[in-house]
């Protein structure tokens, strides 16, 4: 499905939210409300998002990196730092549900556009805020990264292969994680002034996220007390859980539970490994991992990694390959689910891109919107929504409050 704009549909159709934010961190939450129908208008400085210009692959002007989280979006450029833009953005506060940012701490004060200045315009606006280690703490003030956060948060000490160097993940988890989050909270929010009609400030910590994601590895320290390492691909609890070499590509198999171990068992014609005392049971198999896996990574070697999972799939037991990306954005299942989509490039070619993850069965958002030019809607939205006069948005410009594509 193709589509250059069109106007938004889906279950946040009828929602204004003002994004502040630019890197990934902000502009992925915002990318999923808009691809639920929210109208999302992108407020950028005078030279833009600085991801427009990120190396090293390009559609026209704007990077890679800007398509793949600023789709749905209506760009428009306001400075900030001039009395009459902030003018503008507390105008667009007025006929607005949201103001999203992910500025550090003390910003958003100090361009007076916090959110005890902006509930003086719209007292049932809902703000959220995104930082690296929140509004509170002793690192407030702190700038930050994703790997920053995926290091401080012991996530990158369990990420890795046994007796390795800890490594990050090979995604952003502490900017994704955090979007969502966002999202999260936004939502939260808008349902409670729906209830209330009471807007509020709500904020979300990039660290606090990645703390939250530790889960039972948190709590098996709290229980034990010994500090774990990198696991590699491995689980602490469950065996067989990880990948495995086969005689072309590396695969993943669970089979912790023992109906599924005495299936695979079966399945690879190791039926004798089920009987096994040492291996019969979950608790048996991790009390002698070391023993399993080796005669496991041997045996799987002698062939194929497909011949493998067709047996393995035959019998029901999970398992599945590790997929480079020309494999996972080529497979049947990712292209049932809708998960890769194509929308109208700069010169009317069609750009592929990922597609929504949520699939709802009412108010599904079918089609996608390019990501915008700079300034490409600033016109628009202020004559549109606010009224501007040809000769007052024109004013602005040269008082360079705004900036029109």
């Known amino acids: 499905m193709t589509a250059d704009r069109i106007e938004n549909s889906g279950p946040l159709q009828g929602i204004r ?6 890197m990934l961190a902000g502009p992925a939450g915002s990318m999923l409300m808009g691809d639920l129908g929210a109208e999302i208008l992108k407020i950028e400085p005078l030279d833009g998002d600085e991801t427009r210009d990120a190396p090293p692959y390009y559609y026209g002007e704007s990077s890679a990196y800007f398509w793949s989280i600023n789709r749905n979006k209506k760009s428009v450029v306001i400075n900030l730092k001039s009395p009459e833009g902030r003018q503008v953005l507390y105008d667009l506060v007025a006929k607005s549900d949201v103001v999203y940012d992910n500025y550090r701490p003390g910003v958003l004060e100090r361009l007076k556009i916090d959110y005890e200045t902006l509930k003086s315009y719209n007292p049932q606006i809902i703000c959220c805020s995104i930082s690296t280690f929140g ?30 160097s800890p490594v990050r993940a090979g995604i952003p988890l502490g900017d994704l994680v955090g979007g969502l989050l966002a999202v999260h909270g936004v939502l939260a929010a ?4 729906q209830k209330t009609g009471q807007g509020q400030r709500l904020e ?29 691909s491995g689980h602490q609890s469950l065996v067989p859980y990880q990948a495995f070499k086969t005689k072309d590509i590396q695969i993943v198999i669970v089979a912790h539970q023992d109906h599924h171990f005495q299936r695979l068992c079966q399945a690879i014609g190791k ?6 005392p040492r291996f019969a049971t979950r608790k048996a198999r991790l009390e002698n991992k070391s023993t399993l896996i080796p005669i496991m990574e041997n045996h799987l070697q002698t062939k194929s990694g497909d011949e493998w999972l067709e047996a393995i799939h035959k019998v029901g037991v999970p398992a599945g390959p590790i997929n480079t990306l020309d494999r996972v954005l080529s497979d049947p299942q990712v292209l049932a689910r809708e998960m890769v989509v194509e929308i109208a490039g700069p010169e009317k070619d069609n750009i592929k891109t990922i597609g929504n993850p949520l699939k709802m069965e009412k108010t ?30 024109n004013f602005l410009s040269q008082k360079e409050a705004i900036k029109t594509a």
Do not use: C
């Open 17 to 22: 939210i003002i994004d502040l934010s630019m």
């Open 135 to 164: 509004h509170t703490g002793p690192y407030r003030d702190r700038p930050g990264y994703d790997l920053i956060v995926q290091a401080m948060s012991g996530g990158m000490s369990i990420t890795g292969e046994p007796g390795g």
């Open 190 to 193: 808008y349902i409670h002034r």
């Open 204 to 232: 979300v910590s990039l660290l606090d996220g990645q703390v939250y994601l530790l889960t039972y590895v948190a709590q098996y320290y709290f229980h034990s007390g010994k500090i774990p390492g990198p696991i590699g």
């Open 271 to 276: 039926p004798e490994w089920a009987e096994d």
């Open 364 to 393: 599904m958002v079918q089609t996608f919107t390019r990501p915008p030019r700079l300034g490409e809607h600033t016109q628009e939205v202020l004559m549109n929504i606010l009224g501007y006069s040809a000769e007052k948005i």
